[in-house]
């Protein structure tokens, strides 16, 4: 049985190495002043920690969700 790596508990997102669609996320909840927050919204999502990927895939495919539970308005909404 293969154990799979969760991320630690306390997440900083500025030493997160996001990839592809996550970073233009990640870039964005840093400049709005957001980035501490992202570790209560990874809690809240994945109770029992995540996977490099699995928060990657987060920011990556639902940015709207995450700019929505982070109070980050969009440029439509702006």
Known sequence: ?????????????EN??????AVDTKNTIIE???AEDVDYLLDEIFPDGATETEVNDFLWFEPETVFEM???????EE
């Open 70 to 76: 982070l109070g980050i308005e969009t440029e439509e």
């Open 1 to 13: 049985m293969v154990e799979i790596m969760r991320a630690y508990k306390e997440f900083e997102l």
């Open 16 to 21: 997160f190495e996001a990839w592809s669609g």
């Open 32 to 34: 709005k002043g957001k």
